[in-house]
């Protein structure tokens, strides 16, 4: 997955698709899984909440999609 493609996303969005991130913002230090904003934040925003290195983080990120591969959105619609 590209960098681009985790801009547009929020936090909450990113978990929900790929559960494995969660492990990555924990082990940041973050304490994202649940937290109230992280419908609203995107990486960017939360690694400069928290005073993370956001390039760190996001290839962190992208490395553990990476490795779990696509998952269904629920409730998305699939074009064939």
Known sequence: MAHS???DKDVDAIMTRWPAT???L???GMH???CPI???HTL???AAAHGIDEGQLISDVAAAIAKSGPKAIPG???RR
Do not use: K, P, S, T
Request: include cysteine.
């Open 5 to 7: 493609e985790l801009d």
């Open 76 to 78: 998305a619609r699939h």
């Open 32 to 34: 994202c899984v649940g």
């Open 38 to 40: 992280g419908g609203f």
């Open 44 to 46: 960017a925003d939360a």
């Open 22 to 24: 969660m492990r990555i």
């Open 26 to 28: 924990l082990a940041h």
